[in-house]
């Protein structure tokens, strides 16, 4: 164990001085976890102190660490890159002293700059490797370029993150059902997976109905769980997963799964019921987004999403004022990731667009020396957006079983204007939906949610413009599904 106690050392002190991390040292590490594992069964006891495992630490040594951290990676972004050298050039701020009182002053970078032009966040002391695409449900796809690595770094703490975090071993499956074409967290889920012995399988976003064949099926491994333990998808993609599990009476007993993984999306607390009843598996969703990589958050017991600040900092901020958002209140994530982490494209105070609500006091959570947050509410496009978030409207329709998954609506001014109470427009398979439509209107009534009125679609075409979910990525398959009745009684 001396090389572990070696890389664990070095990295230690490449995290105290802001200095490049060797990947090879985090390579060693997550190496190390998963051959102790393997040897004792379970991980040694210094494993919380592993990168990204949110161990306690002194609050005096935090702050000093963000304060160097903050530092550093201005430092390196007004040094290294267009943006940010041409930002600093107008600024009355040097980088080299920069301490966290002045940090307000740092103009928050918004999606559209990024999006804009990708280059201009490269570093020039970097070698950008790969652009990772977002699916830009939101528009047009943001590029950011990562080097080798950060790959690699990044690859060392999924693999940690998926043995400690969701508890990986040699035993698991672990299915994919992500776009094909999002190379970077297909890299990540691939990469960790198999790192960690277990076994991957990539979906893609195909069919429903042949997914659900896949993850059913009988693997027939020898060492191996007999299905698929492990699944990581999107939300609408699980909703259209869930949706075409109930119809044809699939049940929890058909499949081996165990947890299920869900990101980029809210996914809602009735989702999350109907997921957990049609597959019998946990389902869990954390925080992860392509741009501020590796930084992210993590659910605790009590629904919030704690936020790591080993490999960035997080900030709550109004998003039209961008003053920070009061305790209790509801304002959109703003991220710094920091070096060494990220070397290529380097973001000080990116505007994620991410809605969430900041608790109203002092979380009491196994998590609490982490920043939490809401859960995410949803994307900030406009104040009707916060009058009532995405995830007010998916929890309220996604407990009706006859509004089709994943639901498709959308918000509209109420009479009141943008301010007021929104108009909730909704497809439903079939009108009049009477029944349907008193029991909206009454949860929305007992929710408290600021809507104005329900107007049920039976015609898409006469829905206004709907945001585009990920499980509207489908993927072609040659396939067809052979038996399309019900599958199980
Ligand atoms: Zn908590």
Not at 472 to 477: F, Q, V
Request: net charge negative.
């Amino acid at each position: 164990m001396f090389a572990t106690a070696l890389s664990q050392l070095r990295y230690g002190a490449a995290i105290l001085t802001n200095r490049r991390i060797r990947p090879r040292d985090l390579e060693r590490l997550a190496r190390d976890l998963v051959a102790t594992i393997a040897e004792f069964g379970e991980p040694g006891e210094d494993s919380a102190l592993l990168p990204g495992r949110a161990g306690q630490v002194d609050p005096q040594l935090r702050r000093e660490v963000t304060r160097r951290s903050l530092r550093a990676t201005t430092r390196t972004a007004a040094r290294h890159t267009a943006y940010y050298r041409r930002l600093f050039a107008a600024l009355d701020l040097d980088p080299a002293t920069l301490e966290p009182e002045d940090w307000a002053r740092v103009p928050v970078t918004p999606k559209q700059a990024l999006r804009a032009l990708p280059a201009a966040f490269v570093s020039d002391a970097s070698a950008p490797a790969l652009m990772a695409l977002t699916t830009g449900t939101s528009g047009t796809p943001t590029a950011v370029w990562f080097s080798r690595a950060e790959m690699e770094g990044a690859i060392a703490f999924s693999t940690i993150s998926a043995v400690l975090g969701l508890g990986l071993r040699p035993r698991h499956t672990v299915a994919y059902a992500g776009c094909s074409r999002a190379t970077l967290p297909l890299l990540y889920a691939e990469e960790s997976t198999t790192r960690a012995g277990a076994a991957f399988v990539q979906l893609g976003t195909i069919e429903p109905a042949l997914a659900l064949d896949r993850l059913a099926a009988p693997l027939g491994l020898p060492g191996r769980s007999p299905q698929v333990t492990h699944l990581t998808t999107s939300a609408s993609y699980l909703a259209a997963l869930v949706q075409e599990a109930e119809q044809r009476k699939w049940h929890g007993g058909d499949f081996g799964l165990e947890s299920i993984s869900v990101g980029g999306e809210v996914l809602s607390a009735p989702l999350r019921r109907r997921a957990t009843e049609a597959f019998g598996a946990d389902v869990s969703s954390g925080y992860l987004m392509t741009e501020i990589l590796p930084s992210g958050a993590t659910p605790c017991t009590r629904g919030h999403l704690h936020h790591t600040t080993e490999f960035g900092h997080l900030e709550v901020l109004d998003p039209v004022t961008l003053e920070p958002t009061a305790p209790g209140g509801t304002g959109t994530v703003v991220h710094t990731p920091y070096v060494p982490y990220r070397e290529c494209t380097l973001l000080l105070r990116y505007a994620t667009g991410d809605l969430v609500r900041l608790p109203a006091g002092p979380p009491d959570c196994e998590l609490a020396h982490l920043p939490a947050t809401s859960e995410i509410l949803g994307r900030w496009t406009g104040p009707l957006s916060t009058v009532v978030t995405a995830r007010e409207v998916l929890d309220l329709v996604e407990a009706e079983p006859e509004v089709p998954l994943p639901a498709r609506y959308a918000l509209t001014e109420g009479p009141e204007g943008p301010d007021g109470p929104a108009r909730l427009h909704l497809l439903v398979p079939r009108l009049p939906a009477t029944g349907l439509l008193g029991r909206l209107e009454e949860r929305a009534a007992a929710a408290g949610l600021r809507l104005s009125d329900i107007v049920l679609h039976e015609d898409r075409a006469a829905l206004p413009p709907t945001t585009p979910v990920r499980a509207d990525l489908r993927e072609h398959s040659f396939e067809s599904v052979g038996d399309p009745g019900p599958r199980r009684h």
